[in-house]
């Protein structure tokens, strides 16, 4: 199987920064997209940036020009740079990927979450 582990979530005041890392372990045989998602209290999960395995980035509009997504596909792992916060960019942040992994002798593919990181920002 696969796992997604988040990391740099935290409390931070408007204006600051914060660094997410995002790390896939397993039976990893490559990971296409990766992306970023988040979800505040009492509203649905939005999409916060994508990155393919190539580089090509995508991201809403709330975060553009503050957010920055990234990866090291030798580490299998995904960043979001996130300056400038707002209090409205409180929220769980979760770390999605689309990866092939071998079973046994097969390869299969799996949308793959983590678990969630909490960023607060205070104003």
């Known amino acids: 199987q696969v796992h997604l582990v988040e990391s740099g979530g935290g409390l931070v005041q408007a204006g600051g920064s914060l660094r997410l890392s995002c790390a896939a372990s397993?039976?990893?045989?490559?990971?296409?997209?990766m992306g970023w998602y988040r979800q505040a209290p009492g509203k649905q999960r939005e999409l916060v940036a994508t990155i393919t395995r190539g580089g090509s980035t995508n991201s809403a509009d709330s975060v553009k020009g503050r957010f920055t997504i990234s990866r090291d596909n030798a580490k299998n792992t995904v960043y979001l740079q996130m300056n400038s916060l707002k209090p409205e960019d409180t929220a769980v942040y979760y770390c999605?990927?689309?990866?092939?992994?071998?079973?046994?002798?097969?390869?299969?593919?799996?949308?793959?979450w983590g678990q969630g990181t909490l960023v607060t920002v205070s104003s």
């Open positions: 397993g039976s990893i045989v490559s990971i296409n997209t």
């Open positions: 999605n990927a689309g990866v092939t992994y071998r079973d046994y002798v097969v390869s299969r593919y799996l949308e793959v």
